[in-house]
């Protein structure tokens, strides 16, 4: 089975610009997360996905937003970007989102903000 | 508020050596909690998850322990190898209403030396 796969894998983007990044969960997993991760910060969760809804949100600004499509793949934008939205981001996919499964996470991609 | 810490934050062992990564936490109503690896470019890999009512967990090499009355969790790795040089990072489920999501620790970076 092909693990989680994101893109791009890397990106620059300058401040006030948008960007789109694309996660592809493992085959048959409905669940999607993802996750901003900084030296800082660590890895803070932004929101899940389940069968096309977003079913659980982290305390992020309203310029981060996601969805999902009726193949479980999705999508997470952030609009007009900060410095501070430099970051990995990773996508995670489960069966069912359930407590007790385990996540299985993506490479990640690299957002850097000039 | 949940916090997850993690200590020590780098730690640098020779091959061979027996080893122990400890995680604490805030507040005890925690649903799991889960050891992640974390190696450069390619994202998290599950290694352990203890479910609340469990006191351990062991996969090959790595056991990890979880007291949830003084908040306390450990990752045990026997007989160090160079290959286990990575990142190790802890995560609670905290238990908090319809809300369940992963808190997560900065993280120990291990190196193992040959």
């Known amino acids: 089975k092909a693990g989680v796969t994101q893109t791009p894998r890397y990106l620059i983007k300058t401040r006030g610009q948008q960007v789109t990044l694309s996660c592809s969960p493992i085959s048959g997993h409905r669940s999607v997360s993802w996750y901003q991760q900084t030296p800082g910060q660590g890895l803070q969760f932004l929101f899940e996905?389940?069968?096309?809804?977003?079913?659980n949100k982290g305390n992020f600004p309203g310029r981060f937003s996601g969805r999902q499509f009726s193949n479980s793949r999705s999508e997470m934008n952030v609009s007009t970007l900060e410095l501070g939205d430099s970051a990995l981001y990773l996508c995670?996919?489960?069966?069912?989102?359930?407590?007790?499964?385990?996540?299985?996470f993506g490479p990640g991609t690299r957002l850097l903000v000039l | 508020k949940q916090e997850v810490t993690q200590i020590p934050a780098a730690l640098s062992v020779p091959e061979g050596e027996n080893l122990v990564l400890n995680c604490s936490f805030t507040?005890?109503?925690?649903?799991?909690l889960q050891w992640f690896r974390q190696d450069p470019g390619k994202g998290l890999t599950s290694l352990l998850l203890i479910q609340s009512s469990q006191r351990e967990q062991t996969s090959g090499r790595l056991n990890a322990s979880l007291d949830k009355s003084s908040g306390r969790s450990t990752l045990y790795i026997a007989a160090s190898q160079p290959g286990d040089s990575a990142t190790y990072l802890c995560a609670v489920r905290h238990n908090a209403g319809n809300n369940r999501k992963l808190i997560w620790g900065l993280g120990t970076s291990l190196a193992v030396n040959p």
């Open positions: 507040d005890s109503a925690i649903y799991n």
């Open positions: 996905y389940f069968s096309e809804t977003q079913r």
């Open positions: 995670a996919s489960s069966s069912d989102g359930l407590e007790t499964e385990t996540q299985y």
